[in-house]
T-cell receptor, first 114, second 114 residues
Framework: EPEVTQTPSHQVTQMGQEVILRCVPI?????FYWYRQILGQKVEFLVS????????KSEIFDDQFSVERPDGSNFTLKIRSTKLEDSAMYFC????????????FGEGSRLTVL | AQSVTQLDSQVPVFEEAPVELRCNYS??????LFWYVQYPNQGLQLLLK??????LVKGINGFEAEFNKSQTSFHLRKPSVHISDTAEYFC????????????FGQGTRLTINP
């Protein structure tokens, strides 16, 4: 069964360092998303991406964040200069069509900023 | 804007007992409603969704949910739970118009005791 895969599963970094989280969406999907969950809090929307551009982003998704689909298979989330409050589980998701079509989520990448 | 409240952060039940996980939402526009499940060390998986039509929706693994518009609720139920149902359950909504983002509740941890 096709699935969304994310790497790394866990990354520890120092405050101020750049981090790239990688995702391989399901191959025929056209819409891509990043969500995050800070420990003990709700899963929050970060950004959606379609046709090689951001279609929607939340207030959380400031200039420190960027997304890219560099090669037609990977979908990356970059945090330019990490802060302590960026520590969270980051989930990648993809869908064939716009919501309410089903989103398929990856297992998540846990980011710990020290 | 939408918000979702899951009234119980943890629900312990005995195996083969019935369970109900509560979800209430707030929105100024009509929404679609979803329940996602997260098994340990896995990503979020869609259990069921309500888009339109019958207010009783059946999902995978014997779960069902009922949409109650007057009470703005979408409670999840299962008549007889199994050990394998131990997981975190998330209620989510998405507006019918415009925004492509899922808005999640804080999750309910369902623990099944033998």
């Amino acid at each position: 069964e096709p699935e969304v895969t994310q790497t790394p599963s866990h990354q520890v970094t120092q405050m101020g360092q750049e981090v790239i989280l990688r995702c391989v969406p399901i191959s025929n999907h056209l819409y891509f998303y990043w969500y995050r969950q800070i420990l003990g809090q709700k899963v929050e929307f970060l950004v959606s991406f379609y046709n090689n551009e951001i279609s929607e982003k939340s207030e959380i998704f400031d200039d420190q964040f960027s997304v890219e689909r560099p090669d037609g298979s990977n979908f990356t989330l970059k945090i330019r200069s990490t802060k302590l409050e960026d520590s969270a589980m980051y989930f990648c998701a993809s869908s064939v069509g716009r919501p309410p079509g089903e989103l398929f989520f990856g297992e998540g990448s846990r980011l710990t900023v020290l | 804007a939408q918000s979702v409240t899951q009234l119980d952060s943890q629900v312990p039940v005995f195996e083969e007992a019935p369970v109900e996980l509560r979800c209430n939402y707030s929105s100024s526009v009509s929404v679609y409603l979803f329940w996602y499940v997260q098994y340990p060390n896995q990503g979020l998986q869609l259990l069921l969704k309500y888009l339109s039509g019958s207010t009783l929706v059946k999902g995978i693994n014997g779960f069902e949910a009922e949409f109650n518009k007057s009470q703005t609720s979408f409670h999840l139920r299962k008549p007889s739970v199994h050990i394998s149902d131990t997981a975190e359950y998330f209620c989510a909504v998405i507006s019918l118009k415009g925004a492509q983002k899922l808005v999640f509740g804080q999750g309910t941890r369902l623990t099944i005791n033998p």
